[in-house]
């Protein structure tokens, strides 16, 4: 496959792409940082352009410079920050603002951007975007992550309505607790700024290992993969979710009427 990867020099990104590329898979990946061991280690397999997914300028220019990539199997779109921390009614605005720019315009970016690419490919076209923490519930503290996250499921939800019909499955996945910088963040912070429960629950996630990474890895694989063909516009949750022994789920899954994974008001 010819998989584009956004947010690939660190934390699951990261897991991604030496996952994919030890698997023989090409790896297109864009982040804000260098990535030159990955070239090294992996020339026939890895390109990587250093771009902010939030700008649209950035991105489209990095788009353009596809060469011999006439098309891509899939993308993945992981790239994403914690961002602004902190009570919402004295939040810094332009600190919210540069949030929900990373996690949400970073997202819709790479799909606008990539899109031509996804169309030309010669199986059915998948996208993976990250939605997580504050998606599914209130997450005092952290509402522009959470915002931002929350809408990117509506995103992919809309889209995924859009493009019913055409050879194209685009799926959100919370990935779980998982140690990242994210988490050293939340820790950095403290008390006072993350709050007490969050900053207790970033400890003990570091001291007890955390979430399995693995486990989100492997369901963006499967995501990636042809065996889940025409499931589209859901959210699943990695640790949580039993997206690897669907059974009679999948008839569910695959009509798109069916609520189930999605985000949706109960009465």
């Given at each position: 496959m010819r998989?584009?990867?956004?947010?690939?020099?660190?934390?699951?990104?990261?897991?991604?792409?030496?996952?994919?590329?030890?698997?023989g898979h090409a790896v297109w990946g864009l982040a804000r940082s260098p990535q030159d061991d990955l070239a090294a280690r992996y020339p026939e397999f890895f390109r990587g352009s250093l771009c902010d997914v939030g700008d649209w300028d950035q991105i489209t220019s990095v788009a353009l410079s596809a060469g011999d990539w006439t098309s891509a199997d899939a993308l993945?779109?992981?790239a994403g920050v914690q961002g602004e921390v902190g009570r919402t009614v004295t939040a810094?605005?332009?600190?919210?603002?540069?949030?929900?720019?990373?996690?949400?315009?970073?997202?819709?970016?790479?799909?606008?951007?990539f899109y031509s690419l996804l169309s030309r490919a010669p199986r059915r076209g998948k996208i993976v975007c990250f939605s997580g923490g504050g998606a599914t519930k209130s997450r005092a503290n952290f509402s522009a992550y959470g915002a931002a996250k929350t809408a990117v499921v509506r995103?992919?939800?809309t889209i995924a309505e859009e493009e019913a019909g055409t050879a194209l499955d685009i799926n959100a996945i919370a990935p779980g607790a998982i140690n990242t910088r994210l988490t050293d963040e939340v820790i950095a912070q403290g008390p006072?700024?993350?709050?007490?429960?969050?900053?207790?629950?970033?400890?003990?996630?570091?001291?007890?290992?955390?979430?399995?990474?693995?486990?989100?890895?492997?369901l963006v694989e499967w995501l990636i993969s042809e065996h889940?063909?025409?499931?589209?516009?859901?959210?699943?949750?990695?640790?949580w979710d039993p997206w690897d022994k669907l059974g009679e789920l999948r008839a569910k899954l695959e009509d798109p009427k069916s609520d189930l994974y999605r985000l949706r008001r109960t009465v």
């Open positions: 998989v584009v990867l956004t947010g690939s020099s660190t934390g699951i990104g990261r897991a991604i792409a030496e996952r994919l590329l030890a698997q993945i779109a992981c810094d605005p332009a600190g919210w603002d540069e949030t929900i720019r990373a996690n949400l315009l970073g997202t819709f970016h790479a799909i606008r951007a995103l992919v939800e006072e700024q993350a709050g007490a429960a969050e900053y207790h629950a970033a400890l003990k996630q570091k001291a007890t290992g955390g979430g399995s990474m693995d486990r989100a890895v492997a889940s063909d025409g499931i589209s516009g859901r959210l699943f949750s990695a640790p």
